[in-house]
């Protein structure tokens, strides 16, 4: 039998950096394949290389149906019938949907400006194929991440492509949309075609996959069929030990003294009447489906969005927070869920990037002390192990879970009373996650009071101390680690829901 493509000896170095090293990988026509590895371990690379993106150094071979080709550019990839979903969102904010679907395409222009009736015509036509649910007219810069990156599955699935390339597609989708994304994906996979799939979310990779292919620091480690493999074969050949289950939170003791006291906090748009209370040495989370207002609390306490109504105090003191300026100062700390739009300087290294939230403690009569810096970013590197040759690499050059740990470092080393941690792990791999919990733990029990927020439950469940469970706009309810279930959680997410909105959610 013909593979539909292999990938033979692909190699690629980067100044300081051995990405890969003679990788072999097959995709088998009408399947799925499953590509894991740790955070760096080169996956996004290597399907950069076979999308045209990087060129593999000499002596690697790309072969599609039997026959060698050289990929040249991405638009070449995509005549051949290869097609990409990038780790990272590549979406033009000041855009429309329909705008960002058709950019770049023949046939979206007319004369010298595009002909946009004719766009959001197509762009209907393909959510409609495609049962999402999305306004073509919309700006981009309106909508939330998890959108985006529907309007990118749309995208890359409009292009009739026979090989389909999916780096991390749900890194910013709940459950839900993730089952939609399935469906899409068993639509799309047909005895002509076949998919890659990189994610750090087993249980997805094994809902979803017929094989699993692994890379661990730029070498091919091994492939296994998902039916007769358990997950946990399939981690410690990603990360060469064995990697514990999911535990419950070694439950710290958590003080009386409350940190941070919301109350009654609403916005024009979403929220209503929020009030809950985080004390000294507590890890909160908060559930919910998208759309439940979880990022908008996060972003209303860290006056990045306005409210209405609503007071936030910290150690009994009321603030005045009107900007994320004013939270920074009052001793709050915000982990975006978006970290392309809010969290990092891309062509800055990870020194500057590791400090950026901290500056005035690394100055002297405001000269920014080097050695200091780099000796601060290096402990974190370390800590967090951050795949890179050193603090000076750029962050752009680092893969998306590496960009994902100097963000985090950020947090930690900026000293802040309250940290609030928007999806902390999203791209984080099954091995480094655990290191981060217990970095969080450590955080709590110093006695800071933390905020995590997560689509993931079992995530919610290992960190948090309380749990606070939000349907449109409002918390529905609040339940102790020790009450929590994934079932009651999602019971109550989507019943809050259902009341809310007068229909089943
Ligand atoms: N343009 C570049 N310049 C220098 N180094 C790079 C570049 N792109 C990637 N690298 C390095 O190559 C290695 C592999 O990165 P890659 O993005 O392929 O990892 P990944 O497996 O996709 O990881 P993740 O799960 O975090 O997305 C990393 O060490 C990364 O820092
Ligand atoms: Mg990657």
């Known amino acids: 039998m013909t593979n539909l493509l292999e990938l033979k000896g692909i190699s690629k170095t980067f100044p300081g950096v051995k990405a890969l090293s003679n990788v072999n990988i097959n995709l088998r026509a009408g399947e799925v394949l499953g590509l894991c590895g740790e955070n760096g371990a080169g996956k996004s690379t290597l399907m950069k290389i076979l999308t045209g993106i990087y060129t593999a150094d000499a002596g690697g071979e790309i072969w599609l149906n039997g026959e060698q080709v050289q990929v040249q550019n991405p638009n070449h990839a995509r005549d051949l019938g290869l097609s990409i979903i990038h780790?990272?969102?590549?979406?033009?904010?000041?855009?429309?949907?329909?705008?960002?679907?058709?950019?770049?395409?023949?046939?979206s222009h007319t004369g010298s400006f595009i002909s946009d009736a004719k766009l959001v015509k197509s762009a209907r036509e393909l959510f409609a194929r495609l049962n999402m649910d999305i306004d073509p007219t919309a700006y981009c810069r309106?909508?939330?991440?998890?959108?985006?990156?529907?309007?990118?599955?749309?995208?890359?699935?409009?292009?009739?492509s026979r090989i389909l390339v999916m780096d991390e597609p749900t890194a910013a989708l709940t459950t839900r949309e993730t089952e939609t994304l399935f469906g899409l994906i068993r639509n799309f996979v047909t005895p002509e075609t076949g998919l890659i799939y990189i994610s750090?979310?087993?249980?997805?990779?094994?809902?979803?996959?017929?094989?699993?292919?692994?890379?661990?620091?730029?070498?091919?480690?091994?492939?296994?069929?998902?039916?007769?493999?358990?997950?946990?074969?399939?981690?410690?050949?990603?990360?060469?030990?064995?990697?514990?289950?999911?535990?419950?939170?070694?439950?710290?003791?958590?003080?009386?003294?409350?940190?941070?006291r919301v109350s009654d906090l609403s916005t024009r748009k979403l929220l209503k009447d929020i009030s809950f209370e985080v004390r000294k040495g507590?890890?909160?989370?908060?559930?919910?489906?998208?759309?439940?207002?979880?990022?908008?609390?996060?972003?209303?306490?860290?006056?990045?969005?306005?409210r209405v109504s609503g007071d936030i105090e910290i150690n009994g003191r009321k603030t005045s927070i009107h900007s994320a300026r004013d939270a920074v100062r009052a001793g709050i700390g915000y982990l975006s869920e978006d970290r392309k739009r809010y969290g990092l300087l891309l062509?800055?290294?990870?020194?500057?990037?590791?400090?950026?939230?901290?500056?005035?403690?690394?100055?002297?009569?405001?000269?920014?002390?080097?050695?200091?810096?780099?000796?601060?970013?290096?402990?974190?590197?370390?800590?967090?192990?951050?795949?890179?040759?050193?603090?000076?690499?750029?962050?752009?050059?680092?893969?998306g879970g590496n960009q994902q740990k100097v963000i985090i470092a950020k947090w930690l080393i900026r000293d802040s009373e309250v940290l609030i941690f928007d999806e902390?792990?999203?791209?984080?791999?099954?091995?480094?996650?655990?290191?981060?919990?217990?970095?969080?733990?450590?955080?709590?029990?110093?006695?800071?009071?933390?905020?995590?927020?997560?689509?993931?439950?079992?995530?919610?469940?290992?960190?948090?101390?309380?749990?606070?469970?939000?349907?449109?706009?409002?918390?529905?309810?609040?339940?102790?680690?020790?009450?929590?279930?994934?079932?009651?959680?999602?019971?109550?997410?989507?019943?809050?829901?259902?009341?809310?909105?007068g229909e089943v959610a």
């Open 87 to 107: 780790q990272e969102l590549n979406i033009i904010p000041d855009l429309t949907v329909a705008q960002n679907l058709y950019i770049g395409r023949p046939g």
């Open 142 to 160: 309106d909508l939330p991440v998890a959108r985006l990156q529907m309007v990118e599955i749309a995208r890359a699935l409009s292009f009739d």
């Open 282 to 306: 507590e890890i909160f989370g908060f559930a919910g489906l998208m759309g439940a207002g979880r990022t908008e609390v996060a972003r209303c306490v860290f006056g990045a969005d306005h």
């Open 424 to 501: 902390p792990t999203r791209g984080i791999d099954v091995g480094a996650k655990e290191e981060i919990y217990e970095l969080l733990e450590e955080l709590a029990a110093q006695g800071k009071a933390i905020i995590v927020i997560s689509s993931e439950l079992p995530e919610v469940l290992r960190l948090s101390h309380r749990i606070a469970v939000m349907a449109h706009g409002r918390i529905i309810g609040t339940l102790t680690n020790e009450e929590a279930t994934q079932e009651n959680i999602m019971e109550l997410a989507t019943v809050g829901q259902t009341e809310a909105n």
């Open 347 to 399: 062509e800055q290294d990870i020194k500057f990037n590791s400090v950026l939230t901290s500056m005035e403690t690394f100055s002297v009569a405001s000269v920014l002390q080097g050695r200091k810096i780099a000796r601060e970013a290096e402990e974190y590197v370390d800590k967090l192990r951050t795949r890179t040759p050193s603090v000076n690499q750029l962050l752009r050059n680092l893969s």
């Open 200 to 260: 750090h979310r087993m249980p997805e990779i094994e809902e979803i996959t017929d094989r699993v292919s692994v890379l661990r620091d730029g070498e091919y480690v091994g492939t296994v069929n998902t039916k007769e493999t358990e997950m946990r074969e399939v981690i410690s050949l990603m990360v060469g030990r064995e990697v514990p289950a999911d535990a419950r939170p070694k439950t710290s003791p958590v003080s009386d003294e409350v940190v941070l």
